[in-house]
Structures are given as C-alpha cells and as structure tokens.
Nanobody, 123 residues
C-alpha cells in the first residue's frame, strides 16, 4: 500500500557531498512525519534525521548535526537528505521512513520503510 523508494546514494571521498531522495506513494505524504535511518554492517539501525509533516521542525542525530539537512517537498511527495562533509563513519545503507501514526517525537514512531540506498565514503 505505502511505497518509499530511495535514490541518490553512491561512493564519495571524505569531505564530499551527496543528496538522497525518497519518493513516496500510497498515502498522504503531507500528513506524515518522515525520516532517514542508516545501518552499517554489524551495527544497529540508527535514526539520522526526521522532519514534521509541515517541515517546520527537524531533529538530527548527534554525529550528523551541522553536516546533514533534511527537507521535504510535499507537492512532489519527496523527502531529501543533503549530506555535506561526509566522513568514513557515515558509510551505511540509508533508509527512508514514514511515521505509522501522527507523532514525530522520537525515532520510534516510524512504521513504513524503503528498500535503502548505499552510501560509501572512502579515500
């Protein structure tokens, strides 16, 4: 019913930049909290950034604050993650997520997931 499709991943050198995109369908995009998560091999999935339905408020994980920017275009049903000054520690599979309910108060509100896009940062 709900589909989330990520794109924009790739391989980049440390200090480089990438912009990830997530195309959403099957629900009213503008009424959902949206987020980005990532998972590196052998590690737990972690929240990266989330944004409220109206785009007025965003939250970031400590390791990415001041480097990543989450945004959304409700008219296009698209979520973005701009990643600047990438570090090797950012290497992971990045997943787009949509909230299951109405809240956007924690990393635990998400119930819909995309298939992921790989980001690799190495020299």
């Amino acid at each position: 019913q709900v589909q989330l499709v990520e794109s924009g991943g790739g391989s980049v050198q440390p200090g480089g930049s990438l912009r990830l995109s997530c195309a959403a369908s099957g629900y009213t995009f503008s009424n959902r909290c949206m987020g980005w998560f990532r998972q590196a091999p052998g590690k737990e999935r972690e929240g990266v950034a989330r944004i409220t339905f109206n785009g007025y408020s965003a939250a970031y994980a400590g390791p990415v604050k001041d480097r990543f920017t989450i945004s959304r275009d409700n008219a296009l049903n698209t979520l973005y993650l701009r990643m600047n000054n990438l570090k090797p520690e950012d290497t992971a599979m990045y997943y787009c997520a949509a909230a299951l309910g109405l809240g956007c108060y924690s990393w635990d509100v998400f119930g819909y997931w995309g298939q992921g896009t790989q980001v690799t940062v190495s020299s």
